[in-house]
């Protein structure tokens, strides 16, 4: 009588445990196919303009095969294990949908949004089954301090997975899907047009070009918005100017990237377009980049000498390559390897179906024919230009010249000393682009 009274307390609560682990499967499972749909959408059915299906295949197919994956072996998995994919899933989720919520309040929702928001409130499910799961799965049966110590140990185990793995793949996620949206302002000071061009794999990007009074054109890069003064400047002293929205920003089709990895491309663009235009001759033609535009300046370059002159102001890295190549001496390099920026190189290049571009290091000694001015802050970014644009100059060709703005934060040389900088910036331009013509 005994014996039986115990197995039907034991069958039944067996039978509500597979119960319940078959509703929290099929929850998750549901959860993991909305995102898997808006990953279909967002790399094969409705990619952006200019882009094809092709253009997504690594970025498509490792998040599919990953959601899959997760998705099968699920319901074989240990409770605590569970919890926790739910719980990384659900960060990932979310993240997917942040570009539709940037493009939501920045110029409208198109195409892959509207699945890029569903994905949302999945993450959402994805979180709560993992709490629940792993508040249901704690352990009680144990003495009390290694109880606290066990969790404890598995709190910290958990940061280090966010900050080494969940954050890197989701900041790849980011700059690789989000991009300024709208067009600025145009304060040029001087009359422009409309103008647009062709990149080598097929992108129309557009922008704003100043006809110049002198022959000479300089590029203001990256994008509409950041280098109007610079373009005012130059715009004042005769030059002419050309700004524009890189790919996948503002009215330029193609894929973003924060990172500026494929940005060359964008410039070759601009100088073959440029070479095309009477009002312009083809040997004054000079590009001065902010940041990012920088360093996709120094590759610009080094892969052709058609860019007479080039200043790349604020330029340090924009890969691991680079952090590794500016890092000096072994525990500094191995403190990039230990570090979240190798994870983050990885999800960028999987997001992008590309690989990182060479270090700038290596770019610069490529450069040959390209007169060169580094300009960096002495404090921009934490102080981590300085070393960089010294081993730049360094390894730079002549004609070559650098400055160190010891006021100013990140790019703010023409605010913190806009004579100084307007002096040294088209005396450069002045002697590289209208005196050796």
Request: glycine letters at 12%; proline letters at 5%.
């Amino acid at each position: 009588m005994t014996d039986l009274a115990a197995h039907a307390v034991v069958a039944p609560s067996r039978a509500g445990v597979r119960a319940l682990l078959g509703t929290e499967t099929a929850v998750v499972r549901v959860a993991l196919a909305v995102v898997a749909l808006h990953v279909v959408d967002d790399a094969f059915l409705q990619p952006g303009p200019g882009n094809s299906a092709a253009d997504h295949v690594a970025g498509g197919l490792v998040p599919l095969a990953l959601l899959i994956g997760v998705a099968v072996v699920y319901p074989r998995l240990r409770a605590g294990f569970r919890a926790c994919l739910a719980l990384a899933f659900g960060v990932l989720a979310i993240t997917t949908g942040t570009e539709a919520a940037y493009y939501a309040t920045h110029g409208g929702m198109s195409g892959d949004d509207y699945t890029g928001l569903l994905a949302v409130p999945a993450g959402l499910v994805l979180l709560g089954v993992g709490i629940v799961t792993l508040w249901r799965s704690r352990r009680t049966d144990d003495r009390r301090l290694w109880r606290y110590v066990r969790r404890v140990l598995l709190t910290v185990a958990g940061l280090l997975v966010v900050g080494l793995v969940l954050f890197p793949i989701s900041l790849g996620y980011v700059v690789t899907h989000t991009a300024r949206a709208e067009v600025p302002k145009a304060e040029l000071g001087a009359k422009y047009e409309n103008v647009a061009f062709t990149t080598s794999d097929g992108l129309r990007l557009k922008g704003w070009f100043i006809p110049p009074k002198n022959g000479a054109v300089v590029i203001a890069f990256p994008g509409r918005a950041g280098p109007q003064k610079q373009a005012r400047m130059l715009a004042a002293h005769g030059y002419g100017v050309l700004l524009f929205d890189r790919r996948g920003e503002g009215e330029s089709e193609g894929d973003p990237n924060v990172f500026g990895w494929d940005g060359a491309r964008d410039l070759h663009a601009a100088v073959a377009y440029l070479r095309t235009r009477p009002d312009v001759d083809p040997e004054r033609i000079g590009a001065i980049g902010l940041s990012v535009g920088g360093e996709m300046l120094i590759q610009a370059a080094a892969e052709s000498d058609e860019l007479a002159a080039i200043v790349s102001e604020g330029g340090s890295g924009r890969s691991i390559r680079d952090d590794y190549a500016n890092s000096r001496g072994v525990q500094a390099k191995a403190g990039v390897i230990a570090s979240p920026l190798p994870v983050i190189a990885l999800a960028t290049a999987v997001f992008t179906d590309g690989l990182p571009p060479p270090s700038l290091e290596s770019l610069v000694r490529r450069i040959d024919s390209t007169a060169v001015f580094f300009i960096f802050a002495t404090h921009g970014q934490g102080g981590s230009e300085r070393a960089p644009n010294r081993h730049f100059y360094a390894a730079a060709h002549e004609p070559k010249e650098i400055w160190e703005v010891p006021v100013g934060d990140h790019i703010g040389g023409i605010t913190a000393r806009p004579a100084e900088y307007e002096q040294r910036v088209l005396g450069f331009f002045d002697r590289e682009l209208l005196e050796q013509s």
